[in-house]
């Protein structure tokens, strides 16, 4: 059966407001506004390549709200299932972002506690939400938000799944969201239930207790859980302004790791948002090449390398040019300057 999306992403949408180019929060007088959080990013680099998507959230019925629906709707993202709360105490969350230039790292400030998208219940929707996507996607960030964002996530996972729905999740590990030990017992409970997992190595020591190298990891996940697919992003951070991005896949269904060379020496604006579009890309790859895990691991590591080079949460791009990257990545001879 047809369903209306390819994606349904559940998460919170922030305002972000960050000083220009490289001045400091505690020196600069102006700061510029955008939209963003986890799983609107992960939403937007989806639909920019060409799948039907949309994000389930709160926002305050008030202008900050409206603007984001905006921002939504001008990512080519559905707010089908954005509600509103209109309570006079509402609000939407904000982080502020300081870019980083060696030595100095970057620096965010959340001012996020008690924000409308906590306020999220599985009673806002219709029964008819959970027949509407081929694959559902939330992450960590969501489930430590608050404990009433927490039950409504787990009730949603448990909804989709019922109608056979493709159940996609990032661990997202915040430490000034929740402890790991909290993670842990919280995101194990919720395993059973997910197709598609991703977890960095780094994520996956700290917060599971894992051990032996990447590999041995992400198949140890789908020995213990029902999952088809592990992917497990590695970025090498040379310099606040250099990375090098890479990832490896693996699917259980062909006990079969998926490897490529690396994006090295990444020139740098703005990371945040690119392990969103890390996902955005594998997911396009999977729902758009039926399972194609190759095509995931290209398309996730091109969209994610573009990420780091455009400035705000949110991808810009299309399908073209991601493709041009990739082509270009597997090239070995002379790559063109410029596109023309």
């Known amino acids: 059966m047809k369903k209306d999306f390819d994606l349904l992403s559940l998460g919170e949408i922030m305002l972000r407001l960050s000083p ?19 799983e609107l990013n992960s939403a937007t680099g989806a639909a920019m390549l060409g799948l039907r998507c949309g994000i389930i959230s709160k926002l305050p019925a008030n202008d900050l709200g409206i603007y ?10 559905s707010d089908d299932y954005l509600v509103y709360d209109d309570s006079k105490d509402a609000r939407l969350g904000v982080y502020y972002y300081e870019n980083g230039a060696y030595p100095r790292k970057p620096r965010i400030v959340y001012d996020r506690k008690n924000t409308s998208v906590n306020k999220i219940s599985v009673e806002d929707y219709d029964e008819q939400l959970f027949r509407a996507a081929r694959c559902f996607h939330t992450s960590g960030i969501t ?71 990447v590999k041995e990891i992400m198949k140890s996940f789908t020995k213990e859980y029902p999952i ?10 040379h310099s606040p302004k250099r990375h090098t991005f890479g990832s490896v896949i693996y699917s259980a269904r062909e006990d079969r790791f998926y490897e490529e060379a690396p994006y090295a020496d990444i020139e740098v604006v703005d990371r945040i948002g690119s392990g969103d579009a890390y996902i955005s890309g594998v997911l396009y790859g999977l729902l758009a ?38 082509k270009e990545h597997k090239s070995t001879g002379r790559a063109a300057e410029m596109d023309r």
């Open 143 to 213: 489930l430590a938000l608050s404990p009433q964002m927490r039950e409504t996530a787990v009730r949603m996972i448990k909804r989709f799944k019922e109608e056979g729905t493709i159940i996609s999740f990032d661990v997202n590990f915040r430490g000034n969201l929740w402890t790991g030990a909290e993670a842990k017992a919280c995101i194990e409970s919720i395993l059973p239930y997910v197709d598609i997992f991703f977890c960095s190595e780094d994520t996956a020591r700290l917060t599971f207790l894992k051990e032996g190298d």
């Open 20 to 38: 220009p180019d490289n001045e400091r929060m505690t020196r600069g007088d102006t700061l510029s506004k955008q939209a963003g959080g986890a």
């Open 68 to 77: 984001i629906k905006n921002r939504v709707r001008l990512c080519g993202v």
């Open 289 to 326: 090449h039926e399972g194609d895990c190759r095509k995931a691991l290209e398309y996730g590591n091109a969209v994610s390398a573009l990420k780091n080079t455009i400035p705000g949460d949110l991808l810009s791009t299309d399908l073209a040019e991601i493709e041009g990257i990739i």
């Open 228 to 237: 088809s697919l592990v992917a497990s992003t590695q970025r090498v951070v």
